[in-house]
């Protein structure tokens, strides 16, 4: 079956260490993206990416890196920059070829993201 | 710059009764939106989407969304709700464009609650 994988499902930081949060898709597709989910807001994009080795950065990417190595995989480092990371991280993907922009995002099923 | 409003953060509804999700929007010329579902502990699921033509989207799961230029909404309905409905809904927008995979705006999530 096609889909977006994320991994680990529950995730654990100790103070001043940076984790990476990894997203597979065999989609096909040719953007992905990070949001993160807190109670109460919605989603907010941290990064995005159209193709491979480029990304741009969204609301809220201070404290957060990216590499787009690979059409398939898009993962996230959450940095000891970041001060308050605990929050539930989501990837997505989803076509974006011009005037495809209507096409829905697809997403995996989350990382949570907890500090010890 | 684009927005997304749900002001109800709690929908309550009997099973059997109709429901009704409410979103409006804002956004520089036509809109592409979005209605998305998402479980606990799980990603979002994509509903239906409205991108042009008639203003009654049917979607998945007997749900459907009424598009209204004028008033700039588009509320989330069924007729008959599900026990299993109960979920946390995200509307979306993102500006007609040339494809840029950017521009996608969640609402802050209703959360629906069907009482058998």
């Known amino acids: 079956d096609g889909g977006i994988t994320q991994s680990p499902k529950y995730l654990f930081r100790k103070e001043g260490q940076n984790v990476t949060l990894s997203c597979e898709q065999n989609l096909n597709h040719d953007a992905m993206y990070w949001y993160r989910q807190d109670p109460g807001q919605g989603l907010r994009l941290i990064y995005y990416?159209?193709?491979?080795?480029?990304?741009q950065k969204g609301d809220i990417a201070e404290g957060y890196s990216v590499s787009r190595e690979k059409k398939e995989s898009f993962p996230l480092t959450v940095t000891s920059a970041q001060k308050n990371p605990t929050a539930f991280y989501l990837c997505a993907s989803s076509i974006a070829r011009t005037g495809r922009s209507n096409q829905p995002q697809h997403f995996g099923d989350g990382t949570r993201l907890s500090i010890l | 710059a684009q927005s997304v409003a749900q002001p109800e953060d709690q929908v309550n509804v009997a099973e059997g009764n109709p429901l009704t999700v409410k979103c409006t929007y804002s956004?520089?010329?036509?809109?592409?939106l979005f209605w998305y579902v998402q479980y606990p502990n799980r990603g979002l699921q994509f509903l239906l989407k409205y991108i042009t033509g008639d203003n009654l989207v049917k979607g998945s799961y007997g749900f459907e969304a009424e598009f209204n230029k004028s008033q700039t909404s588009f509320h989330l309905k069924k007729p008959s709700a599900l026990v299993s409905d109960s979920a946390l809904y995200f509307c979306a927008v993102s500006p007609f464009s040339s494809g840029s995979a950017r521009q996608l705006t969640f609402g802050s999530g209703t959360q629906l609650t069907v009482l058998p």
């Open positions: 956004v520089s010329g036509n809109p592409y």
């Open positions: 990416s159209q193709i491979v080795n480029d990304f």
